[in-house]
């Protein structure tokens, strides 16, 4: 079946991309989202049935994109600037619905503000339309300079270039934009909802252009699919600690890891290939999640299927609820292996009723799973595993193009005290040959050397094939993709990448954090709020995730559970919300160093609660743009009390200020032998006998307590303020 893109078909139908999306919308086809969203042939179809009915009802307007406007000669315009308010109605009022809730006071006054900037608008338009009605009485042959009906806007524009583009004049521009609400100056930039409606209103329609290529991207070849051929399948093994990933990888192998790399027969290069019922399939060499989650934080999916080792003596653990979790998450089918048949306590069907509980139902009781049993130790069922594998595989149609520019991926990379930068590339498509140029992340080269999984040297490696590169001038990072390009073009996209991800870092990646959640969800940047769950004991956890999921009456936004376990938040938890991009709940729980580390460099917003109320009331909060600012204490300074002076009227502490500094509007508590004494405010901060701001570290002073006497010499003044945090930061 032939896809589509919306911003192709908005082209080819010479109509925007939101139109296509309304009229997509209204036929109850909602797979589109945007206009990079594919649609297949019956999309079109309905497409061309509208279009192909509006066209013979006369509605659409002559495609010409620019035509001479002669106003004396113009049919009366109150027809079509009905139909085009309509229309301007139907696309815009979502934007300002999604402006508007119900729910909270600010919200509606803002939807009341919103109404009565489009009543306005619309009264400006009716103004608009009787002086050029007026303009036609009086002088009936005016000929007008050229004016577009159609422009195209690849995203924001100045009110300057709008103005050129459209042949409007700035001042009129400025104007319409006031009535919209929106101050501007000739220089600033309007963004193209707003310009797009700014242009309906001068009967314009704006063609909305696919965003301009990334300078840091290689375009992606896109291959005709009479190119390609299957390809073998990647498998990912994951699962709980001990029920048997290492063995069963080993055993996969027919060999003992261990003593093979002890022994340094074959290199371990991180991935490799076995054969089955004479057909390839590629095992990712490292167990557990890291490696999957890593790559996948960094957008890249290399695994096709995942392989759930399960123990059938140990059942369903937290990890192997993770690992459902991740590979779900990632859209990558499942295949159980309930290991370890052979112990005197297995029990393979309890672990079906468990893992039944998380929505893998085998196959036999009528689910879609399959689930195998094995066991490592005695090497059974690893056969039958290996046909499963490739009967999923088999299923996904798994195909890359073997004859065309080689693509990869970074499995794994190091430096090699004597061979330089070594990396672990898995081939996808294409094939990487000797002699090639290369480009992974900000790393370039030319394919030096080739090395197989068996240590064999290679000349050509294509889709589905793991192999060890030598060549590249630096080390790349795991997930990093690599592709095979022209020398030139690879290092001036090296030189962009490096600079790009210098500001990026200077940036810092924006990720959902409660703070800033409203104003992501109404920048159009959040649809779905992934939470993940930690908490003290599994009855909590239920009681959140379902308190959680009752928001979702919210149309906004919808809560979702991405993960929910009992226990501390661990750096795999943090792993999971980077990759999809979720915040974390933690109730009577905290993160552990590890995680807390990781959260503050991945961005990862980590909120703490002891009452459930709380947590709900937080994220609801949040969610309308309600929520209060946080804040944490600030020292200031630290002040020492020499003498206590009893005056009639106040009791002065005499003090000297130690560090720092003391302000009269700083909160304060006063220690006395390690001990809070008090905490409270100031009441009037001297030196001598003027009032003063602040006094610094070096001065002595003459402070006054509010509400309290009870002070003494050598008693410590601790002054501080309390800031409000900046978002994105963990709630402690
Ligand atoms: N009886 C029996 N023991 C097994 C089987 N598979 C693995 N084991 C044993 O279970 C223990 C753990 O196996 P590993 O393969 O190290 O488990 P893992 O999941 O890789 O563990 P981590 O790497 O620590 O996460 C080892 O002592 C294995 O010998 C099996 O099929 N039967």
Request: aromatic share 4%; charged share 25%; with cysteine.
């Amino acid at each position: 079946m032939s896809k589509y893109r919306i911003y192709e078909l908005a082209k080819e139908f010479n109509t925007s991309s939101k139109i296509i999306l309304d009229i997509l919308t209204k036929n109850e086809i909602t797979v589109a989202k945007n206009h990079m969203s594919t649609v297949g042939d019956p999309e079109k179809l309905i497409l061309k049935n509208h279009f192909s009915v509006k066209k013979s009802n006369n509605i659409v307007q002559p495609n010409s994109a620019v035509k001479k406007d002669v106003k004396a000669t113009e049919p009366n315009h109150s027809d079509k600037q009905n139909s085009h308010l309509d229309h301007k109605k139907n696309e815009k009022s979502p934007n300002f619905n999604s402006k508007g809730n119900n729910n909270t006071l600010n919200n509606k006054q803002s939807s009341t503000n919103n109404r009565n900037k489009k009543k306005n608008f619309n009264k400006s338009n009716q103004n608009d339309k009787n002086k050029k009605n007026h303009n036609n009485q009086v002088k009936p042959n005016t000929i007008e300079m050229a004016k577009p009906k159609i422009i195209q806007l690849g995203g924001s524009i100045t009110v300057k270039d709008f103005s050129i583009k459209t042949g409007r004049d700035v001042s009129e521009i400025i104007k319409k934009l006031m009535m919209l609400g929106i101050m501007a100056t000739i220089n600033q930039e309007i963004d193209l909802d707003t310009a797009t409606l700014l242009a309906a209103d001068f009967d314009i329609t704006v063609e909305e252009l696919p965003p301009e290529a990334d300078p840091t991207e290689i375009p992606e070849i896109v291959d005709d699919p009479k190119t390609l051929v299957l390809r073998s399948p990647v498998v990912t093994v994951m699962g709980h600690v001990d029920h048997g990933k290492t063995s069963l990888l080993d055993v996969i192998r027919k060999t003992h890891v261990t003593s093979r790399e002890a022994g340094g027969i074959t290199q371990h290069i991180g991935a490799y290939q076995v054969v089955c019922q004479n057909k390839k399939i590629v095992f990712l060499d490292t167990p557990g999640h890291e490696a999957f989650t890593a790559m996948r934080a960094r957008g890249a999916q290399v695994t096709d299927i995942a392989i759930l080792v399960v123990a059938a003596d140990d059942g369903v653990m937290p990890q192997t609820i993770e690992a459902i979790n991740h590979a779900k998450s990632a859209n990558v089918p499942i295949i159980v292996a309930i290991n370890k048949i052979d112990r005197p306590g297995a029990n393979p069907d309890h672990v079906k009723q468990q893992l039944a509980e998380h929505a893998l139902i085998p196959e036999e009781w009528g689910g879609d799973t399959i689930m195998v049993p094995v066991s490592a130790k005695q090497k059974i069922g690893i056969t039958e595993l290996l046909e499963m594998v490739l009967l999923v595989a088999e299923v996904q149609e798994l195909k890359a193009n073997p004859n065309r520019a080689a693509q990869g991926i970074i499995i794994e990379a190091q430096l090699d005290k004597g061979r330089g930068p070594v990396a672990t590339v898995l081939v996808q498509a294409g094939t990487l040959s000797i002699g090639d140029s290369i480009i992974a992340g900000t790393a370039v080269g030319k394919v030096r050397a080739m090395v197989n999984d068996r240590g064999e040297k290679v000349r050509k490696a294509g889709p589905s094939t793991p192999v060890e590169v030598l060549g590249l001038a630096d080390v790349p990072e795991a997930g990093d993709i690599l592709v095979s390009v022209d020398e030139k073009l690879a290092r001036s996209i090296a030189e962009k990448r490096i600079a790009k991800k210098r500001s990026d870092e200077l940036a810092h990646s924006q990720k959902v954090s409660l703070d800033d959640l409203f104003q992501q969800i109404q920048e159009g940047n959040i649809k779905d709020l992934n939470i993940l769950i930690k908490a003290d004991v599994q009855g909590s956890v239920e009681a959140l995730r379902q308190s959680l999921l009752n928001l979702n009456n919210n149309k906004e936004v919808r809560v979702n559970v991405i993960h929910a376990g009992v226990g501390a938040v661990n750096e795999s938890d943090v792993m999971l919300s980077s990759a999809a991009n979720a915040l974390i709940i933690a109730f009577n729980v905290r993160p552990d160093a590890n995680a807390k580390k990781i959260a503050d460099t991945e961005n990862i917003d980590i909120r703490t609660y002891r009452v459930i109320y709380e947590a709900i009331n937080d994220v609801e909060a949040a969610m309308t743009g309600m929520l209060a600012p946080q804040y944490k204490e600030v020292i200031q300074g630290k002040v020492e009390i020499r003498q206590v002076m009893n005056f009639s009227k106040a009791l002065v502490a005499g003090s000297y200020v130690l560090e720092g500094k003391v302000t009269n509007s700083s909160s304060i508590r006063i220690i006395r032998d390690g001990i809070v004494v008090h905490e409270g405010i100031i009441e009037s901060l001297r030196r001598f006998k003027d009032d003063v701001k602040e006094v610094a570290a070096g001065y002595e002073c003459g402070i006054t307590i509010d509400k309290f006497r009870d002070i003494k010499e050598g008693d410590i003044i601790e002054a501080y303020t309390m800031e409000q945090i900046k978002p994105n930061s963990i709630n402690n």
